[in-house]
């Protein structure tokens, strides 16, 4: 799900191709190994105005979705498609192993990676960071139609992905990479103009990278971007690293690699 989406069991392509169907199995996935409620699934579908044959048109769609489980179970199941996509009291349960999504598997790293970098083990915490993000082939479930209900999910993963790209930022700071991170946080900060995290890392990596006329410029082209988009300056902590960047603060500097961008904010 990050990513198109892709769905296999026995090895045989089970991903609903049809629009709804699609829509369908993708909150089911979500949601593995737990029900989801008739009036979620609708809601997806229509949004707040769903037509009076909701509940048949669903019941339809579920089908369809089962027939393609039935087809990659094959001989080899002793059940029928309807003990993988079950009926529950108020809904439907897809009945697999959460851990065999890539959503699990990417929320375990992060969290895994964050206990490494509270704990002070920099170079698992990077290394983790870098294996969770690594599972993401595009913007999650990008070739879904999402209702209101996958829109929620999908921006909850993209949040928790940027935040990811953050930790993973801050935690090769402290390692003193600054100098490899410079391509990624220029990609980063043009696709992010506002997200001031970010634009604090890349001056901090420009710094140390002996770069300091080019993170003066970035704090400039960060302040023109939120003065003409938002009518706002630069929050306190931005202006703190600038000034601390204009004095040479040695807290900056590559002997400093021990202070995080957070205290070197000033927070």
């Known amino acids: ?22 829509q369908v199995f993708s909150l089911l996935a979500l949601h593995a190994g737990s029900v989801v409620k008739v009036p979620a699934l609708i809601e997806e579908l229509w949004r707040t105005q769903p037509p009076a044959s909701a509940l048949t048109t669903l019941q339809t769609y579920i089908l369809q979705v089962r027939r393609g489980i039935t087809v990659a179970l094959g001989a080899t199941h002793n059940g029928p498609a309807k003990d993988v996509l079950r009926t529950r009291y108020g809904g439907y349960q897809l009945d697999i192993d959460p851990a065999s999504t890539d959503v699990y598997a990417y929320e375990r790293l992060a969290e895994e990676g964050k206990q490494s970098f509270e704990r002070g083990d920099l170079e698992s915490a990077s290394s983790l960071y870098r294996e969770a993000l690594g599972l993401w082939r595009g913007d999650a479930l990008v070739d879904v139609h999402a209702g209101m209900r996958i829109d929620m999910e999908v921006a909850r993963l993209e949040e928790s992905r940027l935040g990811v790209l953050e930790a993973r930022m801050e935690t090769d700071l402290r390692l003193g990479r600054h100098a490899s991170l410079l391509p990624e946080l220029s990609a980063l900060t043009t696709r992010h103009p506002m997200h001031e995290n970010l634009w604090a890392q890349f001056m901090i990596a420009l710094h140390r990278s002996g770069r300091t006329s080019q993170a003066l410029e970035c704090f ?30 040695p807290g900056i500097d590559r002997s400093g690699l021990e202070l995080s961008t957070t205290a070197l904010l000033g927070a």
């Open 220 to 249: 400039i082209r960060l302040r023109k971007t939120l003065v003409n988009e938002l009518g706002v300056e630069p929050s306190a902590r931005l202006q703190h690293l600038q000034h601390a960047i204009l004095r040479a603060d």
């Open 1 to 22: 799900m990050l990513g198109p989406l892709v769905a296999h069991e026995n090895a045989i392509p089970i991903t609903p191709i049809a629009r709804k169907p699609r």
